[in-house]
């Protein structure tokens, strides 16, 4: 039931932001509808641009690119009615009405459309470059022409291991057309590598590499710190085992409380503690072992993780046990 809850519940808060971004959107509409009607273009097209994208639909857009068109945005509005033309081609049943109106101002805007043409000498021609618009990456398919609203244009020019370039052109209305030359870009200049730290030598004048005891000792404490871990989790394990282990001796024991001959509940009771008995044993016969050659390997870890160590192993095997001893000295 935890977890139904935890993962359902965000699932009940979408239609509540749906309907939260569908009511922000229209009324952001109707506020461009007013300002549109007292003539101020220019405020009212942020807000159908907002409204748009918080709710796409063919009528916002489509009164968005009215607005882009009022306002100079040619090649904006030339998009956007194109755009609005598909859609209302494809719409069920087919805006028909709605496609012929933004075909007919597309077309209409097309000769008036301003290009920025991308030029990338062989030089310039990089791996992985990218060409950018305002911010919008263009391909290079469309270097030969690329539409723009006229105005004050920036174009970014990027490439991994390059130093990144910028350019501002400004762009003339009346299906104008202006070439954008790449230059080459210059590397960026590369890391160098750390050197190796040294220790002065007052008497001569010279420098000696540092005392590699220092790496000996960071490689002793991450060598005790990783035994503690193991160890901690074999100690947990056999912790585990051990619980697992009395808890089948307790119900083996319960189980064999019932009384011969055994039947009717009693005999139920009986077979259940039987059976959970088989799995704790199991468990534990598992469990036990692991945590028992975790617990000697954390230990071993911990042990031998000091500067100067002297570790002796001593194996002591008999007819009826097998043993691991260690001893050193730190």
Known sequence: MVVAGVFGAPFFYVPEA??????????LFRRAKALIAQGKHEEACPLLKESYRLDPGQGTLLNLALCHE??????????????????????????TERAELAR????????RISRVRIVAPPDAKVPGLVVKI???????????????????????VSAPGKK???????????GSSQTVTLPRLEDTPSANPTPAPT????STGTTTPSDPSSDRASDGSGRR???FIVGGIGVATLAAGAVFGVAAIVNNDKAQQCA????GAQADESNRATDRALVFANVANVAIPIGVVGTAIGAILVFTSGPSNKVALQPSVSSHSASLGFSGRW
Do not use: N
């Open 134 to 156: 305002d911010g919008e990456e263009r391909a290079e398919l469309l270097w030969s022409g690329v539409p723009v609203d006229a105005g004050k244009r920036t174009v970014d």
């Open 70 to 95: 009022h306002t100079g945005r040619v090649a904006s509005a030339w998009g956007e009615f194109r755009a609005v033309e598909q859609q209302a081609r494809v719409s069920v049943p087919p805006r």
């Open 104 to 111: 007919q101002h597309a077309e209409k805007l097309e000769p």
């Open 225 to 227: 710190t990783a035994g």
């Open 199 to 202: 220790l002065a030598d007052t």
């Open 260 to 263: 011969t001959p055994c039947s």
């Open 18 to 27: 749906r309907a939260d971004a569908i009511a922000d959107a229209e009324e």
């Open 164 to 174: 990144s370039k910028t350019f501002e052109i400004t762009v003339e209305d009346g």
